[in-house]
């Protein structure tokens, strides 16, 4: 890979989504988003080492900074899904609670 010169790409965009996928289904607790996110970092979690400085002459801060744009993102989106879980959890353990 040579990085020696200025461009601009979409790899912190390719970042952004595979740390949400793989983070996602954790946040919300389905396992069908769990199963998916663990064969995302099976089969391309290799590419995650690109976050991690390492060839002269490329930053990986568009990389670094996609991946964390990518995990909140995750928690964002979950948060009605963490909300509502929330509210099954306290409606079970106290059946007077009104919403």
């Given amino acids: ?7 601009i790409g979409a790899s912190g965009l390719i970042f952004g989504w595979l740390a949400f ?25 290799s ?14 801060r568009a990389h670094l900074c996609g991946a964390i744009a990518g995990v909140l993102a995750a928690y964002l989106l979950s948060g009605p899904e963490r909300k509502a879980r929330e509210l099954r959890k306290r409606k079970a353990t106290n059946p007077y609670l009104t919403p």
């Fill in 1 to 7: 890979m040579r990085c020696e010169s200025n461009h």
């Fill in 21 to 45: 996928l793989i983070v996602f289904g954790f946040f919300t607790r389905k396992v069908w988003e769990i199963v998916v996110g663990v064969i995302v970092l099976f089969v391309y979690g």
């Fill in 47 to 60: 590419v995650l080492l690109g976050v991690l400085p390492g060839t002269p002459g490329c930053r990986g």
